[in-house]
């Protein structure tokens, strides 16, 4: 956002803020969110330069294209497992996959 409409907006009586902080999460909190968006954009990244479809995905990592979708759509909906287990399944390096941490 830039600052000319930041600063209307606080005028107005607007308060701009993150999501950690609209949603109250914990620093700790806030860095899983993280790490699950990040795990989930390199699964995305990485299926599409393999030019693998979800429904292959699904099937290397055995569960159905819908659990694929859900899972890159709302990374807070997948385990860190299951998101990690399926970078794995794609031949992400575990030094890439801390890097992503």
Do not use: H
């Not at 949603?23 to 299926?47: D, H, K, S, W, Y």
């Not at 055995?62 to 970078?87: E, F, H, W, Y």
Request: no cysteine.
């Amino acid at each position: 956002m830039d600052t000319k409409k930041r600063k209307q907006l606080e005028v107005a009586g607007y308060k701009i803020t993150d999501s950690a902080e609209w949603l109250g999460l914990t620093p700790q909190e806030q860095a899983i969110v993280n790490m699950r968006v990040n795990f989930a954009r390199e699964i995305e990244r990485v299926r599409k330069a393999s030019n693998i479809t979800q429904q292959e995905l699904a099937e290397k990592i055995g569960t159905r294209q819908s659990g694929v979708a859900r899972m890159l759509n709302n990374p807070a909906s997948a385990t860190i497992d299951s998101l990690i287990k399926t970078l794995l399944a794609l031949g992400t390096s575990p030094k890439r996959i801390a890097a992503l941490i």
